[in-house]
């Protein structure tokens, strides 16, 4: 079982009251073909089943996000059909985007029903690993969303899992450091002084608040790219992740939002139960 939400609450920085923006990010735990269980049976190749599919749109519907960033979403056809079930659901996101890297079956995307005023997709992004050339396995998603509190720049990411075949990094973690180095200084080429950026940094980070990984994406050296904010339960219990196998819960899913925007993030707009949520943008 893989549930995965946050979400943030923007407000807009003006004396007349304007709508406030709900943005969220949420692993949708491979909505691809993947070999997998089902039905008691493990299928190769297989697509998400109907009921999982049900599910998910169950969480989206309730969570209403107005731009929802996504990760583990198979290739475009995927996007597409989920995209279209939703507006049959009753939740239309005119505006997609995505993009496609190293992975060639898990991708990161984004819905939205806010205009996207860019989109870049950083599908090589150069890391240097174990003193040989690499890339950002999922590389990064960059849009610029239009919301009534101005214009703001996503990074929707997805780290390198824990699981590999590598013998010198057996969990992951030197390459992890490796791609949040590289996705923090994309963000930093963008906004040299994220102080007065406009941004944010969502999605899988796949590591805990204290790794290396999650350190480099706050800061490089003394400058500080933002505030990471926290997931709460309806409980009070900071988690993003349960893991059915292993019966455990930990938080590896995250949004850091730039300094000049955290004042106009709002806590508490909603709990949703068992899914981690912030409310805040």
Known sequence: MLLRVLALLLLPALARPLPAT?????NVENYTLADRMADGIHRTAYPKPERE????RQVI???????LALQEMGPRPFLDELQRELRRDGLDYPYAAWVEAGDPDRHVAVLSRL???????????PIVLFHRPDRVKR????VTVATPAGDVTLFIIHLKSRRTERPDDPEGGEQRCHEARAVR??????????????????????????SRAVRALEKRGRLELGNILTALDSHGDSWTHFYHHEDSYSRIDYVLVSACRTPAIRRGRRQLEPVSALAGF
Do not use: Q
Not at 139 to 142: A, I, K
């Open 22 to 26: 709900l943005i969220a990010t949420y």
């Open 53 to 56: 599919k049900a599910a998910l």
């Open 61 to 67: 519907m309730g969570l209403n996000a107005d731009v």
């Open 115 to 125: 205009p996207l005023r860019s989109v870049r997709r950083h599908d090589r992004v």
């Open 139 to 142: 590389g990064v998603l960059e």
């Open 185 to 210: 200084d994309l963000v930093l080429a963008a906004f040299p002084d994220p102080a007065r950026g406009r941004f944010l940094i969502c999605g899988d980070w796949n590591d805990t608040r204290g």
